[in-house]
Protein backbone atom coordinates (compact mmCIF):
# COMPACT_ATOMS: atom_id res chain seq x y z
CA UNK A 1 0.00 0.00 0.00
CA UNK A 2 0.94 3.78 -0.80
CA UNK A 3 2.86 5.26 1.99
CA UNK A 4 0.43 8.45 2.41
CA UNK A 5 -2.56 6.26 2.33
CA UNK A 6 -1.66 3.92 5.23
CA UNK A 7 -0.97 7.51 6.96
CA UNK A 8 -4.06 9.32 6.21
CA UNK A 9 -5.95 6.24 7.48
CA UNK A 10 -4.33 6.44 10.87
CA UNK A 11 -4.66 10.39 10.61
CA UNK A 12 -8.65 10.02 10.30
CA UNK A 13 -9.56 7.37 12.32
CA UNK A 14 -7.59 7.26 15.10
CA UNK A 15 -5.83 11.01 15.43
CA UNK A 16 -8.76 12.82 13.87
CA UNK A 17 -12.01 10.70 14.90
CA UNK A 18 -10.57 10.76 19.03
CA UNK A 19 -9.79 14.38 18.47
CA UNK A 20 -13.65 14.92 18.06
CA UNK A 21 -14.09 12.56 20.64
CA UNK A 22 -12.21 14.32 23.52
CA UNK A 23 -13.14 17.75 22.02
CA UNK A 24 -17.04 16.37 23.00
CA UNK A 25 -15.86 15.02 26.15
CA UNK A 26 -14.35 18.31 27.04
CA UNK A 27 -17.28 20.65 26.28
CA UNK A 28 -19.62 17.98 28.44
CA UNK A 29 -17.00 18.23 30.89
CA UNK A 30 -16.94 22.05 31.42
CA UNK A 31 -20.61 22.03 31.17
CA UNK A 32 -20.54 20.00 34.68
CA UNK A 33 -17.91 22.17 36.13
CA UNK A 34 -15.54 19.86 36.14
CA UNK A 35 -11.86 21.43 35.79
CA UNK A 36 -9.17 19.07 35.57
CA UNK A 37 -11.26 16.33 33.48
CA UNK A 38 -12.26 19.35 30.97
CA UNK A 39 -8.42 20.69 30.83
CA UNK A 40 -7.45 17.30 30.19
CA UNK A 41 -9.75 16.28 27.53
CA UNK A 42 -9.19 19.59 25.61
CA UNK A 43 -5.45 19.72 25.86
CA UNK A 44 -5.91 15.75 24.61
CA UNK A 45 -8.52 16.98 21.42
CA UNK A 46 -5.67 19.97 20.77
CA UNK A 47 -2.38 16.96 20.70
CA UNK A 48 -4.56 14.48 18.46
CA UNK A 49 -5.94 17.41 16.02
CA UNK A 50 -1.94 18.70 15.29
CA UNK A 51 -0.31 14.80 15.28
CA UNK A 52 -3.67 14.30 12.40
CA UNK A 53 -2.41 17.19 10.57
CA UNK A 54 1.51 16.20 10.38
CA UNK A 55 0.12 12.65 9.72
CA UNK A 56 -2.16 13.97 6.34
CA UNK A 57 1.07 15.93 5.51
CA UNK A 58 3.37 12.69 5.36
CA UNK A 59 5.00 14.06 8.14
CA UNK A 60 5.92 11.73 11.45
CA UNK A 61 3.18 12.17 14.53
CA UNK A 62 5.97 10.89 16.79
CA UNK A 63 9.05 12.71 16.26
CA UNK A 64 9.81 15.88 14.96
CA UNK A 65 12.18 16.00 12.04
CA UNK A 66 15.85 15.06 12.52
CA UNK A 67 15.33 14.19 16.31
CA UNK A 68 14.50 11.34 18.07
CA UNK A 69 13.00 12.88 21.24
CA UNK A 70 9.07 12.10 21.23
CA UNK A 71 6.62 15.45 20.83
CA UNK A 72 4.80 13.28 23.81
CA UNK A 73 2.31 15.96 24.59
CA UNK A 74 4.45 18.84 24.07
CA UNK A 75 2.02 21.64 22.45
CA UNK A 76 4.59 23.80 21.45
CA UNK A 77 6.78 21.23 19.70
CA UNK A 78 3.64 19.85 17.28
CA UNK A 79 2.67 23.56 16.51
CA UNK A 80 6.09 24.09 15.65
CA UNK A 81 6.55 21.23 13.64
CA UNK A 82 3.35 21.86 11.76
CA UNK A 83 4.45 25.12 10.47
CA UNK A 84 7.38 23.80 8.53
CA UNK A 85 4.17 22.79 6.44
CA UNK A 86 4.92 24.83 2.91
CA UNK A 87 1.68 24.31 1.48
CA UNK A 88 -0.91 26.20 3.49
CA UNK A 89 0.14 29.27 6.71
CA UNK A 90 -2.08 28.60 10.04
CA UNK A 91 -3.85 31.60 10.74
CA UNK A 92 -3.72 31.47 14.60
CA UNK A 93 -4.31 34.64 16.36
CA UNK A 94 -2.36 35.48 19.33
CA UNK A 95 -5.31 33.80 21.52
CA UNK A 96 -5.23 30.86 20.19
CA UNK A 97 -1.64 30.63 20.71
CA UNK A 98 -1.87 31.97 24.43
CA UNK A 99 -4.44 29.17 24.65
CA UNK A 100 -2.11 26.47 23.34
CA UNK A 101 0.16 27.37 26.23
CA UNK A 102 -2.10 26.84 28.85
CA UNK A 103 -3.20 24.06 27.91
CA UNK A 104 0.60 22.68 27.54
CA UNK A 105 0.95 23.46 31.26
CA UNK A 106 -2.82 22.71 32.50
CA UNK A 107 -3.74 19.71 30.57
CA UNK A 108 -1.30 17.03 31.65
CA UNK A 109 -1.65 18.73 35.54
CA UNK A 110 -4.06 15.61 36.37
CA UNK A 111 -2.77 14.66 39.67
CA UNK A 112 -2.62 18.54 40.69
CA UNK A 113 1.02 18.29 40.71
CA UNK A 114 0.66 22.07 40.37
CA UNK A 115 -2.01 24.89 41.12
CA UNK A 116 -4.92 24.07 38.63
CA UNK A 117 -6.77 27.25 37.42
CA UNK A 118 -9.34 28.09 34.45
CA UNK A 119 -11.32 31.13 33.78
CA UNK A 120 -14.72 31.49 32.24
CA UNK A 121 -13.54 32.03 28.71
CA UNK A 122 -11.97 28.68 28.61
CA UNK A 123 -14.77 27.24 26.38
CA UNK A 124 -15.33 29.70 24.01
CA UNK A 125 -11.36 29.57 23.36
CA UNK A 126 -11.59 25.82 23.02
CA UNK A 127 -14.45 25.68 20.48
CA UNK A 128 -12.30 28.73 18.28
CA UNK A 129 -9.09 26.69 18.50
CA UNK A 130 -10.41 23.67 17.44
CA UNK A 131 -12.26 25.00 14.79
CA UNK A 132 -8.92 27.15 13.05
CA UNK A 133 -6.85 24.03 13.09
CA UNK A 134 -9.78 21.51 12.08
CA UNK A 135 -9.88 22.82 8.79
CA UNK A 136 -6.36 21.81 8.35
CA UNK A 137 -7.23 18.41 9.65
CA UNK A 138 -7.45 16.64 6.19
CA UNK A 139 -5.91 15.30 3.10
CA UNK A 140 -4.87 18.26 0.41
CA UNK A 141 -3.61 16.48 -2.45
CA UNK A 142 -2.20 17.65 -5.49
CA UNK A 143 -2.90 14.53 -7.49
CA UNK A 144 -4.68 11.33 -7.09
CA UNK A 145 -3.29 8.26 -4.88
CA UNK A 146 -1.26 6.00 -6.68
CA UNK A 147 -0.68 8.74 -9.59
CA UNK A 148 2.47 10.83 -10.68
CA UNK A 149 1.02 13.63 -12.39
CA UNK A 150 -0.09 16.86 -10.24
CA UNK A 151 -3.33 18.27 -11.07
CA UNK A 152 -2.92 21.90 -11.47
CA UNK A 153 -4.64 24.02 -8.95
CA UNK A 154 -6.21 20.86 -6.99
CA UNK A 155 -3.86 21.17 -3.96
CA UNK A 156 -4.67 24.97 -4.05
CA UNK A 157 -8.29 24.53 -3.95
CA UNK A 158 -8.18 22.62 -0.94
CA UNK A 159 -5.92 25.14 0.78
CA UNK A 160 -7.82 27.94 -0.34
CA UNK A 161 -11.31 26.57 1.02
CA UNK A 162 -9.59 25.88 4.49
CA UNK A 163 -8.72 29.89 4.84
CA UNK A 164 -12.15 31.33 2.94
CA UNK A 165 -13.20 34.60 4.31
CA UNK A 166 -16.82 32.34 4.22
CA UNK A 167 -16.49 29.69 6.44
CA UNK A 168 -15.07 31.92 9.02
CA UNK A 169 -18.20 33.96 9.06
CA UNK A 170 -20.45 31.14 8.92
CA UNK A 171 -18.00 28.71 10.65
CA UNK A 172 -20.87 25.68 10.78
CA UNK A 173 -20.97 25.26 7.01
CA UNK A 174 -17.07 24.37 6.98
CA UNK A 175 -16.71 20.61 7.30
CA UNK A 176 -14.12 17.55 6.17
CA UNK A 177 -14.91 14.42 4.72
CA UNK A 178 -15.41 11.95 6.90
CA UNK A 179 -15.51 13.68 9.70
CA UNK A 180 -17.13 12.63 13.38
CA UNK A 181 -18.16 15.77 14.36
CA UNK A 182 -19.88 16.37 11.14
CA UNK A 183 -21.70 13.19 11.51
CA UNK A 184 -22.49 13.58 14.94
CA UNK A 185 -24.73 16.93 14.24
CA UNK A 186 -26.61 15.17 11.67
CA UNK A 187 -27.99 12.89 14.52
CA UNK A 188 -31.20 13.43 16.25
CA UNK A 189 -31.36 15.83 18.76
CA UNK A 190 -31.46 13.61 21.65
CA UNK A 191 -28.53 12.20 20.67
CA UNK A 192 -26.65 13.01 23.91
CA UNK A 193 -22.86 13.49 21.94
CA UNK A 194 -24.47 15.62 19.56
CA UNK A 195 -26.39 17.41 22.51
CA UNK A 196 -22.89 18.17 23.90
CA UNK A 197 -21.04 19.28 21.04
CA UNK A 198 -23.65 22.00 19.92
CA UNK A 199 -24.55 23.15 23.21
CA UNK A 200 -23.35 27.16 23.37
CA UNK A 201 -21.34 26.14 20.29
CA UNK A 202 -20.97 29.30 17.86
CA UNK A 203 -18.95 26.81 15.79
CA UNK A 204 -20.58 23.64 14.96
CA UNK A 205 -24.17 22.83 15.05
CA UNK A 206 -27.12 22.53 11.85
CA UNK A 207 -27.28 26.56 12.18
CA UNK A 208 -25.42 29.59 12.02
CA UNK A 209 -25.16 31.44 15.58
CA UNK A 210 -23.89 34.58 15.92
CA UNK A 211 -24.57 34.82 20.32
CA UNK A 212 -24.67 32.43 22.82
CA UNK A 213 -25.31 32.52 26.32
CA UNK A 214 -24.61 29.67 29.17
CA UNK A 215 -23.01 29.11 32.65
CA UNK A 216 -19.95 29.51 32.71
CA UNK A 217 -17.18 29.22 35.32
CA UNK A 218 -13.59 29.66 36.94
CA UNK A 219 -11.99 27.69 39.75
CA UNK A 220 -8.50 27.18 40.98
CA UNK A 221 -7.06 24.53 43.17
CA UNK A 222 -3.69 24.38 45.18
CA UNK A 223 -2.05 20.79 46.11
CA UNK A 224 -0.79 19.65 49.09
CA UNK A 225 2.88 20.10 48.02
CA UNK A 226 2.26 24.17 47.23
CA UNK A 227 0.10 24.91 50.36
CA UNK A 228 2.10 26.67 53.46
CA UNK A 229 2.47 23.53 55.65
CA UNK A 230 5.77 24.06 57.45
CA UNK A 231 8.22 21.18 58.71
CA UNK A 232 7.17 18.65 55.74
CA UNK A 233 10.28 16.37 54.30
CA UNK A 234 9.04 16.43 50.74
CA UNK A 235 11.52 14.70 49.50
CA UNK A 236 10.51 11.98 52.31
CA UNK A 237 6.68 12.26 50.92
CA UNK A 238 7.86 11.42 47.29
CA UNK A 239 8.02 7.73 48.45
CA UNK A 240 4.55 7.58 48.69
CA UNK A 241 3.44 10.02 45.78
CA UNK A 242 5.24 11.76 42.61
CA UNK A 243 4.87 15.43 43.21
Given at each position: ??????????????????????????????????RQQFLWSA?????????????????????????????????????????????????????????????????????????????????????????????????????????????????????????????????????????????????????????????????????RRVRV???????????????????????????????
Amino acid sequence: MELQLILNTFASDVFRKQADCDYIAARANFRMHLRQQFLWSAQQAIEKYLKAILLFNGKSARYPVGKRKEFGHDLDMLLAEVRTISIFTLDLEPSHEKFLKYLSQQGPNRYLGTTAYNTGEVLRQLDSTVWQLRRFCQYMPDRGLGSSARVPGLLEAHVKAALSPHHKEQPQSFSVFGGELESIVKRPSSNPARRALVWANLYYGSRRRVRVTYRTFSSSEVPPNERNWHGVDWKFIEQYVKL
